[in-house]
């Protein structure tokens, strides 16, 4: 869905690198969430954003913080990588009440 | 604590036939119920939702059938065809004040052979 953009769409890394993963959305939403894919896991909620002056932990926020840069940009970054972070992450927005939409996902490897 | 636990792990249907997944939650105060589904490569699609004042919707082939005393819900695939061969995960969350924090299962990976 090209209405939420996330990049890189691969990544691979260092222990010990700061990383930022960079979500933007067209859909003109609110809401925007940052969630981590692991296999066996699901999907668990690391942040999320009401509006640009709002800024809520999820489930996993340890080890990961968010920027909302402006209502359709929001940014997720691990200030130092380490391996157990390897994962699928996945940006998604809506609307007040409204169904989320999923990004494609970056793939991240820390070596 | 999961809340939301999702099974089969992974389901192998022949086409034309059902495939059932199956959820159950502990958390009352759910009150919205998506299934989403994900292939490989891309990040999950909404399929169909529920809500707890409905026992079942269906949407073509897709069914959701929702027991709310049991707090259990389910997806099923009528007539399951290759091209629906994906990750499948059930959800859960509260609207209330407009929040749509969404609980997932840990997924079923559906595989339908010809």
């Known amino acids: 869905d090209a209405d939420v953009t996330q990049t890189p769409r691969n990544r691979i890394t260092k222990t010990g690198k700061r990383i930022m993963l960079e979500c933007s959305q067209t859909?003109?939403?609110?809401?925007m969430y940052w969630y981590r894919q692991d296999p066996g896991l699901g999907l668990r909620l690391i942040y999320y954003s009401f509006d640009v002056k709002d800024i809520n932990k999820g489930e996993i926020s340890d080890g990961y913080s968010v920027s909302r840069q402006a209502q359709a940009k929001f940014s997720l970054s691990l200030e130092s990588a380490i391996p157990n972070q390897t994962a699928l992450y996945f940006c998604?927005?809506?609307?007040?009440?409204?169904?989320?939409?999923f990004g494609d996902g970056t793939r991240l490897s820390i070596l | 604590q999961q809340q939301v636990k999702q099974s089969p792990q992974s389901l192998i249907v022949q086409k034309g036939g059902i495939s059932i997944i199956n959820c159950a939650y502990e958390n009352t105060a759910f009150d919205y119920f998506p299934w989403y589904q994900q292939f490989p490569g891309k990040g999950p699609a909404l399929l169909i939702a529920i809500r707890p004042d409905v026992s079942e919707k269906k949407e073509g082939r897709f069914t959701i059938s929702f027991n709310k005393s049991a707090k259990q819900f389910s997806l099923h695939i009528m007539d399951s065809q290759p091209g629906d061969s994906a990750t499948y995960f059930c959800?859960?969350?509260?609207?209330?004040?407009?929040?749509?924090?969404?609980?997932f299962g840990k997924g079923t990976k559906l595989s339908v052979i010809p």
């Open positions: 998604a927005t809506s609307d007040w009440n409204q169904p989320q939409h």
């Open positions: 959800a859960a969350s509260q609207s209330g004040a407009g929040s749509y924090q969404l609980t």
């Open positions: 859909k003109g939403h609110d809401r």
